[in-house]
């Protein structure tokens, strides 16, 4: 590499370096954040997960409150399910178009919304994810704004991932981080069947 190169280069790498460093210079808040991840592509709840797991490393609780999912075990139920520091509950009753009872299906959402508030008033937790609950205002199973006043109450240190393909306006208004999962190809259109450990 010529000095000519590496002084082009270092030039570049110093103004991107004080772009970054005012950008943190000027981030001073201390608080919990919420973050929507939704889309229609693979990757919303890995992510979620993903990021309990960063949270436990640093011995941070976490909890857990899987909407919609339940017929069968997922892995991520089966892994942090049984690890101290975390508590995992799921609302069990399996997608809506299996049950096919609406009414079954409203009861088993406000039982599970009942745990995710009580774990939302907790202090002791610093993460919870509540994964697919976005379907829940889709399909009119819980009233949105009583969701939202529950997350905005909650303790000012207490971060909140929520996951579902779509997101309501109330809570999209609400939250720090939002981000989209695309779907530009997937193996189960192509036939390839769902399988343990990547769906599930």
């Not at 339940?70 to 942090?80: D, K, W």
């Not at 995992?88 to 609406?102: P, S």
Request: a neutral charge.
């Amino acid at each position: 590499m010529t000095n000519d190169v590496q002084q082009k280069h270092q030039k570049k790498m110093a103004k991107l370096k004080e772009v970054v460093d005012n950008r943190i210079a000027e981030a001073q808040q201390e608080r919990g954040v919420l973050i929507a991840l939704k889309g229609n592509g693979k990757g919303k709840s890995s992510s979620a997960f993903g990021t309990m797991a960063r949270a436990l490393g640093h011995q941070q609780k976490c909890g857990v409150v899987q909407f919609i999912k339940g017929r069968i075990e997922t892995g991520e139920q089966l892994f942090f399910g049984n690890l101290p520091g975390v508590d995992f509950h799921v609302m069990g009753t399996g997608f809506t178009w299996e049950t096919q009872n609406r009414e079954q299906d409203i009861a088993a959402a406000e039982s599970a919304w009942e745990i995710a508030e009580k774990m939302l008033q907790d202090p002791s937790y610093q993460l919870l994810v509540f994964d697919e609950l976005t379907y829940l205002f889709k399909y009119k199973y819980l009233d949105v704004n009583r969701v939202v006043s529950a997350l905005q109450a909650r303790p000012a240190h207490m971060n909140v991932i929520i996951t579902g393909r779509t997101l309501a306006r109330e809570i999209a208004e609400i939250a720090d981080t939002i981000s989209i999962v695309q779907d530009e190809k997937h193996a189960f259109r192509a036939g390839v069947k769902a399988q343990p450990g990547i769906e599930w």
